[in-house]
């Protein structure tokens, strides 16, 4: 790959905050991931307030749930590891925040007693009134506010989505997976929720929010860096129902930190980049871009 510098003009690369390394898991005898590997940096843009926002987009099926689960601890690989922040270390279940496709959430607690329940958990929150303030500024930062005493059950899909990112924040995440946000939405609905994650991921500079998704479109609408999940077979490279990264696209300083950015012209080259070698996400002939 080329050098940082030529990479990020404009961006300063940190240290790494999430490195897999070698990551392989097989079910029941079947192979599903080979070798994945990659290295999310902290990235700093002078003079501005931005976490990141990056995606794993691959097909359906490809296993990226099985990915996601690995990276976040929930899951042990047969083979490699996966370290989390500055330090370094193995990642355990509960480092890092999970939003999961459906996401569960207490179903006998109310909006506001999940925050709570969640924000029980960050040590940096000293008291229950403390707790309480900053679980309602939340729930109204993710527009749900007026929900506050509703139980799961009576939220929309999209209401109970941002309840469970919202919770992850409370609980004082500084890492939040999401596993597929935009299955099943149509495209008005996708663009919200988009924009709430990109408003998510630019709350502090701290926040990483790391993206599981086959959505392409939204995807390079609203991500700062793109890994594409290809499949492979292991020892020659040729087609075949083993997935590992098989590319990563940078669009920092391209499209991200840009408003409308899907208006611009270089959105929709990527687009069509990446549909181009779509084929490839397949695993027929994908080769790094570098
Ligand atoms: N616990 C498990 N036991 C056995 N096989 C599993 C298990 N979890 C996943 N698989 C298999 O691994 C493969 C990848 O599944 P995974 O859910 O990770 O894919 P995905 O890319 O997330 O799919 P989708 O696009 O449908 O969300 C599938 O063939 C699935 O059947
Ligand atoms: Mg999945």
Redesign the pocket.
Known sequence: MSSDKALFPYSILKSPILTAKGVSKS??G?Q??NDVKFTIHDVVRPGQREGQLLSIL????????????ILCGL?KPDSGSVLVGTDQQPVVAGRVGVVA?HSPLLEHRRALGNMLFAASGNPELQDSADEEEQAMQLLKSFGIEDQADKFPAKLSGGQRQRLAIAQQIIAGNDVIFL??PF?GLDLVAKRKVGDMIIETSNRTEKTTIIV?T?DIYEAVRISDMIWL?GLQDPSTGDPA?V?SIVAQINLMDIISWRDDRHRLPAYLDMIEHIADRFPALAGLGFKDPE
Do not use: N
């Open positions: 079910y029941d079947r599903i991931l691959g097909p359906s099926g490809a296993g990226k749930t099985t990915l996601l689960r899951e496709q596993d597929e299955k599981v086959h999940m129902h997935a």
